[in-house]
């Protein structure tokens, strides 16, 4: 049985070694998020014994001051982005909060909950989405994936996206739990992100199980 992140990380080490060699390089006349020290937060603030939810996102935000090394959060002194705006939003019709309930971006009290904010790729080069699309994060989160997947029992996988959605098939699901909706970008939150009530069903799960419902 693996009980902590070193294990996961000794396993892909090689792999890991690669990219971060590429990325350290670019670093020397690129603008890279997050910073050297934030690049894996997700993995600093939910041990893997304490996993309860993984959300997927793509790519860190990619301009200054945003990107902390959790999916859709960013830094306390940032403006909230569009997509996390219309997260925040599902949450308040779900739980029936007050308009007014999030004044910050930042998601690390949802991480040290137990919700793992992954994203696919781990890093991104100034006003460039999707710069290091290529550079072997994928492969590397997809094995994350599959060991939580193998090692863990009654995970909710929360997929918003076809992006996400294509991480399915790594997913044992006779184990845990796959929840599927939209993106919530302001280009697809109407197209089945809204009304999805994800975060009621999440903590209902989380009940079933005996699990402390997360305070969102």
Same mark, same amino acid.
Request: with cysteine.
């Given at each position: 049985?693996?009980?902590? *992140?070193?294990?996961?990380? =000794?396993?892909?080490?090689?792999?890991?070694? /690669?990219?971060?060699?590429?990325?350290?390089?670019?670093?020397?006349? %690129?603008?890279?998020?997050?910073?050297?020290?934030?690049?894996?937060?997700?993995?600093?603030? %939910?041990?893997?014994?304490?996993?309860?939810?993984?959300?997927?996102? &793509?790519?860190? =935000?990619? &301009?200054?001051? &945003?990107?902390?090394?959790?999916?859709?959060?960013?830094?306390?002194?940032?403006?909230?982005?569009?997509?996390?705006?219309?997260?925040?939003?599902?949450?308040?019709? $779900?739980?029936?909060?007050?308009?007014?309930?999030?004044?910050?971006?930042?998601?690390?009290?949802?991480?040290?909950?137990?919700?793992?904010?992954?994203?696919?790729?781990?890093?991104?080069?100034?006003?460039?989405?999707?710069?290091?699309?290529?550079?072997? *994060?994928?492969?590397? %989160? $997809?094995?994350?994936?599959?060991?939580?997947?193998?090692?863990? $029992?009654?995970?909710?996988?929360?997929? *918003?996206?076809?992006?996400?959605? &294509?991480?399915?098939?790594?997913?044992?699901?006779?184990?845990? =739990?796959?929840?599927?909706?939209?993106?919530?970008?302001?280009?697809?939150?109407?197209?089945?992100?809204?009304?999805?009530?994800?975060?009621?069903?999440?903590?209902?799960?989380?009940?079933?199980?005996? /699990?402390?419902?997360?305070?969102?």
């Amino acid at each position: 049985m693996i009980f902590n *992140w070193k294990d996961l990380f =000794y396993k892909e080490k090689n792999k890991l070694f /690669k990219i971060l060699h590429r990325v350290n390089k670019k670093r020397l006349s %690129t603008m890279i998020f997050p910073s050297k020290e934030n690049v894996f937060n997700a993995f600093y603030y %939910t041990p893997f014994h304490k996993i309860k939810i993984v959300i997927i996102g &793509q790519d860190p =935000y990619h &301009q200054r001051n &945003q990107a902390n090394g959790l999916s859709f959060s960013v830094n306390y002194n940032c403006k909230i982005p569009p997509s996390l705006k219309n997260i925040y939003k599902e949450i308040i019709n $779900d739980l029936l909060l007050p308009k007014n309930y999030y004044d910050h971006g930042c998601l690390y009290h949802w991480a040290h909950q137990g919700v793992l904010l992954l994203n696919s790729i781990l890093t991104v080069e100034l006003g460039k989405p999707k710069s290091h699309i290529l550079y072997g *994060w994928s492969d590397f %989160t $997809d094995a994350i994936i599959y060991y939580i997947s193998k090692y863990l $029992d009654n995970i909710i996988f929360v997929l *918003w996206g076809k992006y996400a959605q &294509q991480k399915s098939y790594i997913i044992n699901h006779n184990r845990h =739990y796959v929840l599927c909706a939209a993106h919530p970008s302001p280009y697809s939150a109407n197209l089945g992100f809204f009304g999805c009530r994800h975060f009621s069903e999440i903590n209902k799960i989380l009940l079933l199980h005996n /699990k402390i419902p997360i305070f969102w």
